[in-house]
């Protein structure tokens, strides 16, 4: 038999809105890469050396985390502990627009379009014709 489902309702609940204010040994990182075994690589603001962290129990098989989504981990959970990992995701971002109003989001985190922007020097040419070269044989 399965968890219950309210259970899983709540932690959906949790990580649709942000927290007033972020508590002290919490930082919002961004995910780099996703080691396996619920370990993931994170990058925080500062551009320090990455960071391994673990997801609880509580959000296995239940919140899934992509490469560049959003994270709020703990850095003070394993501060006594002798083991590779630095910290541990206590929240998972997953409206990213709402966070973003916080005034604790932090600004090296800046939004990227879908799209990288085309040279503005070079004009487009979707929808255009082609130019008309001019001949020889018309004088």
């Known amino acids: 038999m399965g968890k219950p489902k309210r259970n899983f309702l709540a932690t959906a609940e949790q990580t649709l809105t ?4 972020l508590t002290e040994g919490h930082a919002i990182a961004r995910v780099r890469k996703i080691e396996g075994n619920n370990l993931y690589l994170v990058d925080l603001p500062a551009g320090k050396d990455p960071l391994l962290v673990e ?7 239940q919140i899934w985390i992509k490469r560049g989504g ?6 003070a959970a394993f501060e006594g502990r002798s083991n590779k990992l630095d910290g541990e995701i206590v929240n998972v971002v ?3 627009k709402q966070w973003r109003k916080q005034g ?4 090296e ?14 004009e487009s ?7 008309v070269e001019a001949s020889d044989d018309e004088t």
Not at 55 to 61: A, I, K, M
Not at 125 to 131: A, I, N, Y
């Open 18 to 21: 942000p927290p007033a204010e």
């Open 55 to 61: 997801l609880p129990s509580r959000f296995r098989s």
């Open 70 to 75: 959003f994270v709020v981990i703990d850095t």
């Open 94 to 96: 997953r409206d990213e």
């Open 104 to 107: 604790y989001w932090p600004s």
């Open 109 to 122: 985190f800046v939004k990227r379009s879908a799209y990288p922007d085309d040279s503005e020097d070079e």
């Open 125 to 131: 040419t979707v929808g255009k014709m082609p130019p």
